[in-house]
């Protein structure tokens, strides 16, 4: 039996709160947080879990935060390998405006790695490997890992013969497209960036998919469209999965649920069809939820029936 591995190296703990309305230079009252672990591979490892699969979380954290972070973990029953940090884990604040349901969302960076500690993460994932294995790598990456983190990974990875699944931006999704990717989910602005456009329009998007498909080694991608859907590519189909209309309630973790939902296919044995289906309908489903609690089996069954019943092969 094959594993999914997920790797967070930016991981974080995220605080969720709410208030009656977003008033500047006023103290505002607040309802009782609520905290969960993140980050793109633990949230991934979450909603795993959530649709009743299983993983291993690979992780880095710090400070009084990484003990937080991991006494999470621990109480979401996921299986997690951490690597110790001497900075501290960050902390996410998303605070909704009850007056308008708006979300505010408050980032701030990760902690400085060191180059022992992201050596130790490498070397942590090539001892968790197996032939076969899913290791998905998600996130951005921290100060102090070099941009071509990922191209490091993805040559472990290849290395053991298991298959990478990728969801990352920025500096180090142009390193890392350059090396082999079994699953690519870039959303739509992602894919513009890396083509060096501005934007993308619906009408250009095969072209442009089927241009990129022919130029990088990558088996998979699958483009996030958002409340759109998704576009399903490999070097010979093109398939476009519609998105379910559902009442929105979070963005947070929705592209993670969604990367979550499609390798939990995978091992499954769904086609890619399938495949890329189900991970709309956890990505949709996970809007539906408040905060970051990511999607729920028992919300993604009926949108998962309904999208394979929409569905629309381009080629």
Known sequence: MN?????TVNPVVDKNTTV??????SKLRCTAPIYFPGGGGINVSRAIRNLGGASTAIYLAGGAT?????????ESDIVQQTVPLKGETRQNLSVMDQSTQLQYRFSPPGPWVHEKEWKKALLLVEKSLSQGDYLVASGKLPP?????????????VKNKNAKLVLDTKGEALRHAIKATIFLFKPNISELASLLGKSSIVFSELEVLVQSFMKTHPCEIMVVSLGSQGALLATKTQIEYIPAPIVPQKSLIGAGDSMVAGMVLSLMEGKTLREMAQFGVACGSAATMRTGTQLCEKEQVQPLFDWIRSNVKVLK
């Open 20 to 25: 009656p309305r977003l008033i500047p230079h």
């Open 3 to 7: 594993n999914i591995i997920t790797l």
């Open 66 to 74: 990484g003990i937080r972070l991991r006494e999470l973990m621990n």
């Open 144 to 156: 102090g890992i070099p941009p071509d983190f990922f191209v490091k990974v993805a040559t472990i």
